[in-house]
């Protein structure tokens, strides 16, 4: 599953530059895009070097990148606390689709 975000990095704390001033983007990801929680914990993948947001409410983790946001598979997730229940969570929905 891949999601355009659009304008999302300019909304919700992020500042619009004066001249040559850096944009700041506080959150990349405001909501789960498959339940609409906010309840989004950043997980760093230090194996990956990068950072990955996992949905306390859904327990789907999703990867930001280049203003798209695509479903983390987690059996790439080595060393995280949640993968048993990120796995059951995509299991079952592997089998709905």
Not at 10 to 27: F, K, L
Not at 28 to 33: I, S, T
Not at 37 to 45: Q, Y
Not at 55 to 75: A, F, T
């Amino acid at each position: 599953m891949s999601t355009s975000m659009g304008n999302a990095s300019m909304s919700h704390g992020a500042t619009q530059s004066q001249g040559h001033e850096p944009t700041i983007i506080r959150r990349p990801l405001a909501r789960c895009p498959k339940c609409g929680s906010g309840r989004l914990e950043p997980i760093v993948d230090f194996d990956q070097e990068g950072v990955r947001f996992l949905c306390g409410s859904c327990d789907r983790c999703w990867h930001v990148e280049l203003g798209y946001v695509q479903r983390v598979r987690p059996g790439t997730c080595h060393g995280c606390p949640q993968r048993d229940q990120c796995m059951q969570v995509y299991a079952r929905d592997q089998a709905r689709d």
